[in-house]
């Protein structure tokens, strides 16, 4: 989904309602850490009880989504995303904080149980987050500063020089 939704962003595609559903499905699946992760296997929590999927954040899961939300246009955004990419980009952080951005876990595509890994997914992707995530406050501070630039900028020319005189 995160890749899809990338495309998407790639596109300019993101007002499709496709897209829209790759979006509000990537929110909903966020787990309860912050992270996104891949179903583990089923587990009965108690004895009679059908067992329950365990999803387990990780680094590349977690990474590729952040990045792929971080691309939506504020247009296009529902209204939790801030609070999903919040909450992503701290347990990223939190995670490459405590060293454990280069533990690598399987992903793929789960339907078809095709799981693979690599060892430099996990730094290749949270660099790519947290590069994006950077690159979006740049823009969105530039954003706020050009405004405010934009004022001083007439201010000077409107207003009256007040240079001495050269003769003394």
């Known amino acids: 989904t995160s890749r899809v939704l990338m495309a998407y962003r790639d596109l300019r595609q993101f007002d499709s309602p496709a897209a829209r559903r790759g979006i509000a499905w990537l929110c909903d699946a966020q787990n309860g850490d912050g992270g996104w992760g891949a179903p583990l296997p089923l587990v009965a929590k108690k004895k009679g009880h059908p067992p329950q999927p365990r999803f387990v954040s990780s680094v590349e899961e977690t990474a590729l989504?952040?990045?792929?939300?971080?691309?939506v246009p504020e247009a296009e955004a529902p209204a939790k995303l801030q609070t999903v990419l919040s909450k992503g980009l701290q347990w990223l952080c939190d995670t490459v904080e405590a060293n454990q951005h280069g533990n690598c876990s399987p992903i793929g595509f789960y339907f078809a149980k095709l799981w693979y890994?690599?060892?430099?997914?996990?730094?290749?992707?949270?660099?790519?987050a947290l590069g994006t995530a950077i690159e979006r406050l740049r823009r969105e501070e530039q954003a706020q500063l050009s405004p405010a630039m934009a004022g001083?900028?007439?201010?000077?020319r409107t207003s009256p020089t007040t240079a001495p005189s050269a003769r003394t």
């Open 65 to 71: 989504a952040v990045e792929a939300l971080l691309g």
């Open 117 to 128: 890994y690599e060892k430099l997914y996990p730094l290749i992707f949270s660099t790519a």
């Open 152 to 156: 001083r900028r007439e201010n000077r």
